[in-house]
């Protein structure tokens, strides 16, 4: 990140300024799970702890940190939110800056532009990083195909949440796809996949460690879901009710509907329909949505889910060896992933 910040600012200031505010997006903070994931699975698979080799492939995860900053950006536009991580998102802070030095035009549009401007440069810097890391000819294209379909994956999958909220979709069906598609495939199950693909991992290996990713990743997903309902804010780092007021279709809520319709509980449905998608949501409805969803079951059916994908995850697992530690640290992520309060 210095090394590009540095040349453009060189070569452009002004954008050396925005590129600056990128740069501190990405290493102020995350959990920086995929990359974790994909040296997990390079280790697991046989690579080596260290050395020449071990340093390429370091490089060419941590690409993968980059590739999360461009989703997080859009999706922070996408979802108009206000938050990430305890500070302003990344089109917030551009149209406060437009609006402070009193520029021309709406200071939203040029936060929105700025948004969707970096998220290019840092997909495009994802590649940069993954091509220049000193992979191997052969490492660099065994571990090309899942490196692929996951930048693939990813956009379908944020195509599939805004589509499931344009068209109202409360169906669990849809919300588990989302999930899977959105968040499973790209934060973990393809960087598992790639750090193994990297060590040059036989198919039975790959197979397990797709499977024990697609379940944790939903999982992950699950979990976030319920922090974004009832975590703390300090710790999160967003506002509790976000995900109301984006109209999110998560599983909780389908759930949630599902079970007010059935107990014919139509008031408490009518509340919950009502408050998604309103962005001016006050925060005694949003305690009211979440007493509700408490009330007719639907946070202990998403814990019991968590707890079942966790469980087939294992299981997946412990079907292959892999070399030691990673299947112990695997098993930890799996609960750090799957557990956390943050």
């Not at 300024?17 to 290493?27: D, I, K």
């Not at 669990?172 to 790639?194: G, I, Q």
Request: proline share 3%; glycine share 10%.
């Amino acid at each position: 990140m210095a090394e590009r910040h540095a040349g453009m600012a060189e070569m452009a200031p002004s954008f050396g300024s925005a590129v600056e505010s990128l740069s501190a997006f990405v290493l102020s903070g995350g959990k920086r799970l995929r990359p974790t994931f994909a040296w997990w699975g390079w280790r697991g698979a046989g690579g080596a702890g260290d050395g020449e080799q071990a340093d390429a492939v370091l490089r060419a995860v941590s690409a993968l940190e980059l590739i999360q900053a461009c989703a997080l950006v859009h999706d922070d536009l996408m979802d108009a939110s206000a938050v990430r991580r305890g500070k302003p998102t990344v089109h917030v802070e551009f149209a406060a800056r437009h609006r402070e030095r009193g520029w021309q035009g709406s200071p939203e549009r040029f936060g929105a532009a700025a948004a969707v401007l970096l998220g290019d440069l840092a997909l495009a810097w994802a590649d940069d990083m993954y091509t220049g890391s000193g992979l191997t000819a052969d490492c660099y294209v065994a571990a090309l195909p899942p490196w692929q379909a996951m930048r693939a994956e990813m956009l379908a999958g944020q195509y599939l949440d805004v589509l499931t909220q344009a068209k109202g979709d409360e169906s669990a069906e849809a919300a588990l796809s989302v999930a899977r598609m959105k968040t499973a495939a790209y934060t973990v199950e393809r960087p598992l996949h790639m750090g193994a693909a990297l060590a040059g991992a036989p198919e039975p290996l790959v197979t397990a460690l797709r499977a024990f990713g697609a379940d944790i990743g939903v999982a992950f997903q699950l979990r976030d879901d319920l922090l974004g309902m009832y975590g703390d804010t300090d710790v999160t780092g967003k506002p509790a009710g976000d995900d109301l007021r984006e109209g999110k279709r998560t599983l909780l809520m389908s759930v949630g509907l599902r079970r007010a319709d059935a107990a014919g509980r139509a008031t408490e449905a009518r509340l919950l329909r009502t408050a998604l998608g309103n962005d001016s949501l006050d925060s005694a409805t949003v305690e009211r949505a979440r007493e509700i969803l408490v009330d007719v079951g639907a946070v202990a059916e998403v814990e019991a889910k968590i707890e079942q994908l966790t469980g087939t995850a294992l299981t997946a697992l412990r079907t292959v060896e892999l070399a030691e530690p990673a299947g112990a640290v695997l098993d930890g992520l799996a609960v750090t992933a799957t557990r956390r309060t943050s």
